[in-house]
Structures are given as structure tokens and as C-alpha cells.
């Protein structure tokens, strides 16, 4: 029996070997993810969104031990930084965003902060889940519940949409961040169907333009 | 090489032979463990090294290595033709054979395609019997050792061997209350011992006896017309229950609670004795208890070989793991997912405990080939039969941490762990034939690789995860 279990040892490390070798390699990055890239950053390699973390990596381990015996109050990164806000303004930061998720730290976001965190961009925009967008379609509810537009130019007023609870209608007319040319239409039947809306969320066509106003940076490293 | 005493070359016993199929002991591995033992010893070697404590299948194996001498050659001398595939077969030795009791059983060693086998069969010959042993047996449609005995002739020149007889919790004949034998299909057979014990005891106070005998349908009946004529000059009453009609429906006969109900009224302070299927024993057992029959007063022979009753737990962890496997497969596939899991399951500490929980369920796994590399072979038994258990539940510990087969490196990792839960499930209990020894150095180096990989990729994967 020793002799077939040590055959089925000696073959399961020698295979596993071959396969982390196989994914240690740089150019098969790719390979190593926990997920697949979400739309567009498809070509990027690790280090775009993930910084070193400071510190050697016994340093980090030692702090990390000290962190769960309770000697050290926050827990250290390991390896490599989360990627944070910076890490995706350094490619998609535009003045001229309607949403800017700096804006959801005032005071009056409160309760949608403990709701959704619109004040990071990775709650909208989780990555390594193969979409463009994971927030959910009636998102724009958290903070318009109480919207009324003076001169309504719409068919059916805002009021009434808000009144109605047709929240998957809003991003039929409203781009989120305000990054494509295009006008919103007045009219119910002219604004784009939820259904088409989620397709796009999930790396589906660019239903509302094909002009963007700013083209983000292929690379972080892109002067 | 070691060569049997007293056969001639074709059959052997090889040192690589594995002796102990439960733990995957072979006899070499036992042969530096009985070197200066006796064979009164043999308890003690069996719990160094774990073999012959599972199923006790192989404990006459040690016996025998130990140097007791448990074998009697034989030969066939009477066949007969109870049913459609039952036969009775009459064996012979040159020696007096040892007396035995109505009920007990032997092991039967028999060289089957140049490698022995063995099986326990309830002996059907009267008690005291020193001339001959005679075992009623059923044949199978995939049963190497029931097939082979069936095809045999009388006079040919098959290496046989009988063991001793052996079992203790056996019913008395000379009490004076009534023994009632529920028995079903080819479990008849210690009853017939029982019958045609008393029949030669005649002359003696002999204990009253009815046997309740169930069939699926009348061709299944055995020795029926025997026991019948048996019964005329003894106190004992024969009832063949067929509970099968012709469109293959159960019919009115079966036995059930009411029944049972019926014959502990009718036959107050009587013992009971069952033997037949797993299934029927169960459900016999459980209407007693409903009676209110002391399990004193019971007496079971589950008409299993130890090996089989191994065989029927095996069976069960296959089905188990089998449909969890399925089930996991087919909820990805139909995308049949839970939102509040999925919710969960997206939560980074949610990820850190259930993932600590299936690292631990994983290490867990590892217990066993652990004691089997080290010296720590006492604990081979206990960490087999739980590794196969929590084995099987591999879908559900993966579900609870992920619902996903995952892609790329976690896609590996995946199949990698199903793969080791798909070869654990086929493993050679599962696979029982003169073949199952050529399977099983084929079988294990493929699961143990498969775990390995798994733990390697799992450690990858913590890398990874704790990294970015």
C-alpha cells in the first residue's frame, strides 16, 4: 500500500509544482485572478490597480500575528494595498463626473453610506466579476426618493416615477456619470428598456452613445 | 512468496498481498508486527496496526499468519437444488470436523482464478455434527464466490478449506417458551439448522418453533417441503409468506405492525430471531420494539457477511456523496442560487471563516493518511471509516464557502477537489471481484494525487487572497 500512496504523493507534487510554476509566470497573470476582469480591463496586468503594500513581508506577518493578539489595533495589508479610489481615478478620474463619489462624504449621505458606500467606486464596480457594473438597476432610489423637477419637460413627471417606485427607468434616460454625449428623451417609449440596461451593467453594448466625452487612460502609467 | 500449508503451488499467498482490504494493509506490513507474538496475541496485533478491526473480515487471515491453524481442507460431496438459484452444498473432510451450534457460521476459503477468496455462509447442518458441514447458498448476478460454487460439480478436485464454526449469540433450543424465526428469502438458513437440529434431538425436550418465512414469490421457497415434513412429528409450526403478487405488487401477506402485534399476543414470553435483508431486519426489528419486546429477547443474524454489512455502509457513502455531487453540479448549471447565500458569500469575512472552516474540513480529510505513514496504526480504523464518512460530504462544505466552480486557477482547484471526491466515491469497496486488488494500486495513487494537488491549489489560492 506504502508504495502506491507514496506513487499518488510523489505524482500530486510534481503536478502541483508545474501548476504553481505554470501560474507564477508574469505574462499568464491572468491565470492567477480570483475572477475574470471586468469589462475593459481585460489587457491590464496586476500592478495597475495593486500597489505594493510597505514593508517586507515578514514585517507584514509579524504586524498582522501582533494585529490578532490584540497588540496592534488595525490589521496590516499583506503583500499588496487593497486597491482604493486613487487606484481607479489614476485611469477614469474626470471633472466633469455627475455622480463624483468624493461628493457621498458629506454629512447628509450618511444613511446611503451605511446602505451602498457610493463614496467607493469598487461598491458599483467590484472587480474580477467578468461585468462592467454589479450595483443593482433601482440603485438611483437611496438618494432620489425625494426628487420634484420644476417644469417637468417628461411625459410622466419624475414625481410620479419616484411616486410609482420605477426606479430601473431612471438609467433608461440618465448615463450615471454623465460620460456620454446623448440627450435624454422626453417620452417613456424612447428611453432604453431595463433589460437592455442590464446587459450593458453585465459588459453588454454602450447603449446610451458611442461619443464619450473623455476617454479613460489605457494604462495608470500613461502620461 | 508464502505458500499455503498442505495446497499445492497454484494458489499462494504473495507478501504484497493486501490482507486487511479496509486499510489497505498487506501482509508484509503484518509479518514484522507478529514476529516473536503468539497467537493469543492476536488482539493486540490487530490494534497496532488497525487491521481486522473494521469489519473483522480478514481476522481469521491474522489468525492464520499468526500461526493457528484455522483452515480444514474439504471437499464437495452433495449438491442440491433448493430453488431457481439456490443450492446446498455438502462438504467432507478426512478429520472429524469440530461440533457446532445450530446457527453458527463458518468461513469458507476457496482458490478462485489462482488467488483465494473468502466468504462467511450460516451453516444448515444440524447441531453436533462432526461428518460434514452443509451451507445453503443464493447465487448473485456479480457474486465471484456464490457464481463459482454454483458452477461446481461434485468430485472436482477445487481446493477448498473450512474454518471453524464461529458466532455466540445464538438462541437456545431447549428452552420451553416458543421461539419464533422471522426470516426472509435465502435468510432461512439458520432456521433450517435450527429445525433439523431438533428433528435429530427428538428424543429430547426440544424448544417449540415458528418459522415465519417470507418470499417475494412461491418458486423463491426453500427447503419448504422439509421443513413441513419435519414439523408433523415435532412442536413446530411452518409459515411460507409469499408478499408478492403476480403483477409484482405486494399484496396482503406482508408483514407489518398489526401482524407483528398479532404473534406477540398469541405467543406471550417467546424469543425472536430474525435473519434475512438489512431492510426487512429493520423494519422487523422496529415493529418488536413498537410490541414492546425486550431486544433480551431478540436474537439477529443480519444474514450479512461482515464484509457485505462493510460493503452496504460503502454503498450508502456512495449514493450519499454521489447525490450531493449532483446536486452541486446541477444548482451551477441551472443557476439555481440563493440571493441571501450569494449575498453572504460576497462578504469578505463571511469568505475568511467559512474558507477557515473548509481548510479545517480539508486537513480533517488528511488525518487518516496521516496515522497510516506514521506509526500510528492503532488509529488506522476509526480515521478510515471517518474519513470516508466526512468524505462524502465534500459538495456541501464547498457550498457553504462557494456556490461557483470559480474560472481560471479556481476553476483547477475546483475540479481538482471534485475529482478526489469522484475517485474517494469509486474506490475499490465499490468494486468488489478478483480484479479489486489490481484496481486499488491503480485507484489509490490517482486519489491520493488528486488531494494533493487540491491542497496545493488551496494553498495558492490563500496566497492570493491574502495578497491582493
Redesign the interface.
Known amino acids: ?2 508504495s ?2 507514496y ?3 510523489g ?3 510534481i ?3 508545474l ?2 510554476l505554470l ?1 507564477s509566470i508574469d505574462s499568464l497573470h ?7 476582469f471586468n469589462v475593459g480591463h481585460e489587457n491590464l496586468s ?1 500592478n495597475e490597480c ?1 500597489d505594493k503594500a510597505t514593508g517586507s513581508i515578514q514585517q507584514q506577518i509579524q504586524s498582522n500575528i501582533q494585529y490578532l493578539i490584540s497588540e496592534r489595533e488595525n490589521v496590516t495589508t ?3 494595498e487593497i486597491p482604493d479610489n486613487k487606484d481607479c481615478f489614476a485611469c477614469h478620474e474626470r471633472d466633469n463626473d455627475r455622480h463624483k463619489v468624493h461628493r457621498f462624504n458629506e454629512p447628509k449621505f450618511k444613511k446611503v453610506r451605511d446602505k451602498i458606500q457610493p463614496q467607493l467606486c469598487v461598491s458599483c464596480h ?1 472587480e474580477h466579476n ?1 461585468v462592467r457594473v454589479t450595483a443593482e438597476l433601482d440603485m438611483c432610489q437611496h438618494c432620489h426618493e425625494k426628487t420634484v423637477i420644476k417644469d417637468d419637460p417628461i411625459e410622466v413627471s419624475h414625481e410620479d416615477l419616484v411616486k410609482s417606485k420605477s426606479w430601473k427607468t431612471c438609467l433608461g434616460c440618465h448615463d450615471f456619470h454623465g460620460n456620454h454625449y446623448n440627450e435624454p428623451p422626453t417620452k417613456l417609449n424612447k428611453m432604453i428598456p431595463s433589460d437592455i440596461i442590464k446587459k450593458y451593467f453585465e459588459g453588454g453594448n454602450d447603449p446610451y452613445s458611442l461619443n464619450k466625452r473623455e476617454k479613460s487612460k489605457e494604462t495608470r502609467y500613461e502620461n | 512468496m508464502i505458500e499455503k500449508k498442505d495446497q499445492n503451488t497454484i494458489c499462494k499467498y504473495n507478501a504484497d498481498d493486501i490482507l486487511c482490504y479496509c486499510l489497505s494493509i498487506k501482509r508484509y506490513e503484518i509479518e514484522s508486527l507478529i514476529i516473536g507474538k503468539r497467537s493469543n496475541d492476536i488482539d493486540s496485533v490487530m490494534n497496532q496496526c488497525g487491521g481486522g478491526t473494521v469489519c473483522n473480515g480478514c481476522k481469521i487471515l491474522f489468525s492464520e499468519m499468526m500461526g493457528e491453524s484455522v483452515w480444514t481442507p474439504v471437499k464437495v460431496t452433495q449438491i442440491n437444488r433448493l430453488a431457481p438459484n439456490v443450492k446446498s452444498f455438502r462438504f467432507e473432510a478426512d478429520i472429524p470436523l469440530q461440533p457446532a451450534q445450530a446457527g453458527q457460521h463458518i468461513v469458507i476459503q476457496a482458490c478462485i482464478n489462482n488467488r483465494w477468496e473468502l466468504r462467511r455462509y450460516t451453516l444448515t447442518t444440524p447441531a453436533e455434527e462432526q461428518n460434514y458441514r452443509e451451507i445453503t447458498v443464493k447465487s448473485y448476478s456479480k457474486g465471484v464466490f456464490s457464481n463459482w460454487l454454483h458452477q461446481l460439480e461434485i468430485g472436482e478436485n477445487e481446493r477448498i478449506c473450512v474454518s471453524k464454526p464461529m458466532g455466540d449469540n445464538l438462541p437456545s433450543l431447549i428452552n420451553t417458551n416458543t421461539l419464533i424465526c422471522f426470516v426472509a428469502g435465502i435468510g432461512i438458513t439458520p432456521a433450517l439448522s435450527f429445525i433439523r437440529t431438533i428433528s435429530q434431538q427428538s428424543n429430547r425436550p426440544n424448544r417449540p418453533i415458528l418459522i415465519d418465512h417470507s418470499v417475494n414469490f412461491k418458486e423463491q421457497k426453500i427447503a419448504f417441503e422439509e421443513l413441513q415434513d419435519l414439523a408433523l412429528n415435532n412442536n413446530i409450526e411452518v409459515n411460507l409468506r409469499v408478499t408478492k403478487n403476480s403483477t409484482l405488487e405486494l399484496n396482503d401477506e406482508r408483514l407489518n405492525q398489526q401482524k407483528i402485534i398479532e404473534f406477540v399476543r398469541a405467543n406471550p414470553n417467546s424469543d425472536y430471531f430474525l435473519c434475512g435483508p438489512p431492510g426487512y431486519i429493520k423494519n422487523i426489528s422496529s415493529y418488536l420494539d413498537v410490541a414492546r419486546i425486550s431486544k433480551d429477547n431478540i436474537f439477529i443474524d443480519d444474514f450479512t457477511t461482515s464484509k457485505s454489512r462493510k460493503r452496504s455502509d460503502s454503498y450508502h457513502d456512495f449514493y450519499v456523496g454521489l447525490l450531493l455531487l449532483i446536486a452541486f453540479f446541477l444548482q451551477d448549471a441551472l443557476q439555481l442560487k440563493m440571493d441571501w447565500l450569494e449575498t453572504l458569500q460576497s462578504q469578505d469575512t463571511y469568505k475568511i471563516y467559512s474558507g477557515i472552516f473548509f481548510l479545517i474540513y480539508l486537513i480533517s480529510l488528511f488525518v487518516l493518511p496521516y496515522t497510516k505513514l506514521s506509526n500510528k496504526r492503532r488509529f488506522n480504523a476509526k480515521a478510515y471509516q471517518k474519513h470516508k464518512h466526512r468524505g462524502v460530504l465534500a459538495p456541501v462544505i464547498f457550498y457553504i464557502h462557494s456556490t461557483n466552480f470559480g474560472t481560471v486557477y479556481l476553476l483547477a482547484l475546483t475540479l481538482s477537489f471534485f475529482a478526489t471526491l469522484i475517485t474517494g466515491l469509486f474506490n475499490h469497496d465499490c468494486f468488489y471481484s478478483i480484479k479489486r486488488e489490481s484496481y486499488f494500486k491503480k485507484w489509490l495513487p490517482l486519489h491520493i494525487s488528486f488531494g494533493v494537488i487540491t491542497m496545493f491549489l488551496i494553498g495558492f489560492h490563500i496566497y492570493v487572497v491574502s495578497s491582493y
Open positions: 500500500m506504502r502506491s500512496a506513487l499518488g504523493y505524482i500530486g507534487i503536478i502541483s509544482i501548476i504553481i501560474l491572468s491565470w492567477r485572478v480570483e475572477g475574470e496586476c495593486h499583506f503583500n499588496f467590484l467578468g
